[in-house]
């Protein structure tokens, strides 16, 4: 199992940026493959990016796709999401979540943090 811990979240224009950061522990973190999922309220969680183990291979969900980067740090166990040029339309609860291969499915993530706010404000 691994634990995990998000952070970066707030308030924030739009237009503006957050970097969301996600702390591992626990099972192989360097072995996992990262996803990052949000949830309005409302509405189901959705896929927003995912990262191989090796970090060689991103995924992103069209929403996202040249505004959103993921990446991560292996020897520091960290899990980042870089925002840019942020929506209100963005505004949800962002999970951090650890699984075995590259996907989009929530179902297919095994370990998932407490999740961290990020409202923008229009």
């Known amino acids: 199992q691994v634990q995990l811990r998000e952070s970066g979240g707030g308030l924030v224009q739009a237009g503006g940026s957050l970097r969301l950061s996600c702390a591992a522990s626990?099972?192989?973190?360097?072995?996992?493959?990262m996803g990052w999922f949000r949830q309005a309220p409302g509405k189901e969680r959705e896929f927003v990016a995912a990262?191989?183990?090796?970090?060689?291979?991103?995924d992103y969900a069209d929403s996202v796709k040249g505004r959103f980067t993921v990446s991560r740090d292996n020897a520091k166990n960290m899990l980042y999401l870089q925002m840019n040029s942020l929506k209100p339309e963005d505004s949800a609860v962002y999970y951090c979540?650890?699984?075995?291969?590259?996907?989009?499915?929530?179902?297919?993530?095994?370990?998932w943090g407490q999740g961290t706010q990020v409202t923008v404000s229009s």
């Open positions: 979540a650890a699984g075995r291969n590259l996907a989009r499915y929530p179902t297919l993530f095994d370990d």
């Open positions: 990262i191989t183990w090796s970090g060689d291979l991103t």
């Open positions: 626990g099972r192989i973190f360097s072995r996992s493959a």
